[in-house]
């Protein structure tokens, strides 16, 4: 199957750190990948000629997923901004922002036919580790009817998810038999 609306939240290698006011969080809860694993998932493989990819990134590997979602085969248009309106300072800085890099293939369809898509999304976080703000996938969703969800926290209606927190199994596993599906 080939998919219009491709999300993609990729475990980051990253490290929590240790903190005296949470000193329990030290350890990411899921397994992280290097930039070269994520690169090579066959996410171009699962797109249709005329999608759209939503990839999620933090600020230590924004300027690297620029060339993740080329080496998909996307074309980079406008990077989004998550606010989650907590987080950490370190270093002088309150760091609480996540990032998306949208890249598109072939023809999509364009705004003024549908409502505006924000460039930034300010929706708390407290919620589990990594799970998105809701606001984000209402507008994903206007992209397109057969959608995705890699590396997905939550099942989410009228969406493929797939994640090992939901399957039990391996990305390239779940990724192959997203292309196999006849929805």
Same mark, same amino acid.
């Given at each position: 199957m080939k998919f219009d609306v491709i999300v993609v939240d990729p475990p980051w290698a990253i490290k929590k750190i240790q903190r005296?006011?949470?000193? %329990?969080?030290? #350890?990411?809860d899921y397994i992280t990948m290097p930039v070269e694993e994520i690169k090579a998932l066959p996410i171009g493989c699962i797109a249709a000629d005329s999608?759209?990819?939503?990839?999620?990134t933090i600020q230590k590997y924004l300027e690297s997923s620029f060339e993740v979602i080329r080496g998909w085969g996307f074309k980079p248009i406008v990077t989004l901004t998550w606010d989650k309106q907590n987080g950490l300072c370190l270093f002088g800085f309150h760091w609480r922002t996540e990032f998306v890099v949208v890249g598109r293939r072939g023809k999509i369809p364009m705004y003024p036919s549908r409502?505006?898509?924000?460039?930034?999304?300010? #929706?708390?976080s407290w919620r589990r580790h990594s799970v998105k703000p809701s606001t984000f996938y209402q507008y994903a969703e206007q992209f397109g %009817?057969?959608?995705i969800d890699i590396f997905a926290r939550e099942f989410r209606e009228d969406w493929y998810c797939i994640g090992n927190e939901l399957t039990g199994k391996d990305i390239i596993t779940d990724l192959k038999e997203a292309m196999e599906l006849n929805i």
């Open positions: 005296k006011v949470r000193p %329990n969080q030290t #350890e990411i999608s759209v990819c939503f990839l999620w409502k505006a898509m924000p460039t930034v999304f300010s #929706e708390s %009817n057969d959608r």
